[in-house]
């Protein structure tokens, strides 16, 4: 466990699809974070989870948004119908409690 | 609300100059500060951390510095290498979550 995978790396999708995202963190930390980054940007929070409950939402996740961490572990990201200003990179990380430690994240652009 | 600032937002430099990056954050009452330091994209990699009672961190040609009741840090990169050609962020958590806040970053570019 060397840390904080996302898959996939890269994705591209029409407007209007559905896409997901996977996290899985480091195994030993409780805490798991979404962010959202734009070009010449730094990451913005989306959303929270201390083990299995999703406790902070960010005014940024709309309700085409949803995360999920099923039993603590893995992470999920789902953006429904997608539009071309959901095109970003998205970050996972976790921490242990403020050290973070990031992924790589998943570049998505919406066509 | 946390605001994190960084200036400048791009610098050039020759290799081998020592340089400063500043970063600085509107509320004091923080926790910690973390530079991180991102390749085109790619994820962010930590860099430093600095406790809210330690005054720097060091690691190997970086020096980060913390003064709370100013609300500054800077970034000191010794002997600059073009390797080092990166954004560096940093960012400090807050709210009831202790999610970060960033700044935009400053890109660096070292010209061999």
């Known amino acids: 466990d060397t840390g904080v995978s996302q898959n996939p790396r890269h994705k591209i999708t029409k407007r209007g699809q559905n896409v997901t995202f996977r996290c899985d963190p480091i195994?030993?930390?409780?805490?798991l974070y979404w962010y959202r980054q734009t070009l010449g940007q730094g990451p913005e929070f989306l959303t929270y989870f201390q083990n299995e409950a999703q406790l902070e939402k960010s005014r940024l996740l709309s309700d085409r948004f949803s995360a999920e961490r099923p039993k603590g572990s893995f992470s999920t990201l789902e953006i429904q119908r997608t539009e071309q200003g959901d095109s970003a990179m998205y970050l996972c990380?976790?921490?242990?409690?403020?050290?973070?430690?990031f992924g790589s994240g998943t570049r998505l652009t919406v066509v | 609300k946390q605001e994190v600032t960084q200036i400048p937002a791009a610098l050039s430099v020759p290799e081998g100059e020592n340089l400063v990056l500043n970063c600085s954050f509107t509320?004091?009452?923080?926790?910690?500060l973390q530079w991180f330091r991102q390749d085109p994209g790619k994820g962010l990699t930590s860099l430093l951390l600095i406790q809210s009672s330690q005054r720097e961190q060091t690691s190997g040609r970086l020096n980060a510095s913390l003064d709370k009741s100013s609300g500054r840090s800077t970034l000191y990169i010794a002997a600059s290498q073009p390797g080092d050609s990166a954004t560096y962020l940093c960012a400090v958590p807050s709210g009831s979550a202790r999610q970060l806040t960033f700044g935009s970053g400053t890109q660096l570019t070292v010209l061999p």
């Open positions: 195994s030993e930390h409780n805490r």
């Open positions: 509320d004091s009452a923080i926790y910690n």
């Open positions: 990380a976790s921490s242990l409690p403020t050290f973070y430690t």
